[in-house]
Nanobody, 126 residues
C-alpha cells in the first residue's frame, strides 16, 4: 500500500519561501512520476508541478514557473517543492501525488495520478 505524507506548510509573508516535502512508502519510488497540486477554498484542484521517474525532467504551471522548483531524491523516497517569491494567491492546501507504471509523461491532470497525500496548508499573507 502506497502512502504519501506531506510536510513543510505554514504561514509566510508575501515574498517569502517555503519548502514542502513528500515522503513516499510502500512501493519503489524510482518508478513513479510525482506531482504537486493545490486547492484553494472554493476552487478546484490545480496542477503545480511534476517530476519524471528519473528526476531529470520537470513541468510547471505557468503561474509558478520561475518561482517554484520540484526535485526528487529517490534514495530518500522524497519529493520536494521549493517555493520562492510567494504570493497571496499561492495560498492553498498543497497535495503530493504519484503515478506508477513506467510512464514518463508528466501529467498535469489530477485524474492521471493514483495516489495522494493528505495535504499541507500554505498561507501567504500580504
Amino acid at each position: 500500500q502506497v502512502q504519501l505524507v506531506e510536510s513543510g506548510g505554514g504561514l509566510v509573508q508575501a515574498g517569502g519561501s517555503l519548502r514542502l516535502s513528500c515522503v513516499a512508502s510502500g512501493r519503489t519510488f524510482v518508478s513513479a512520476v510525482m506531482g504537486w497540486f493545490r486547492q484553494a477554498p472554493g476552487k478546484s484542484r490545480e496542477f503545480v508541478a511534476a517530476v519524471s521517474r528519473s528526476g531529470t525532467s520537470t513541468r510547471y504551471a505557468d503561474s509558478v514557473k520561475g518561482r517554484f522548483t520540484i526535485t526528487k531524491n529517490s534514495a530518500l523516497n522524497t519529493v520536494y517543492l521549493q517555493m520562492n517569491s510567494l504570493k497571496p494567491e499561492d495560498t492553498a492546501v498543497y497535495y503530493c501525488a504519484a503515478v506508477f507504471g513506467g510512464t514518463e509523461v508528466l501529467y498535469a491532470t489530477s485524474g492521471a495520478y493514483d495516489y495522494w497525500g493528505q495535504g499541507t496548508q500554505v498561507t501567504v499573507s500580504s
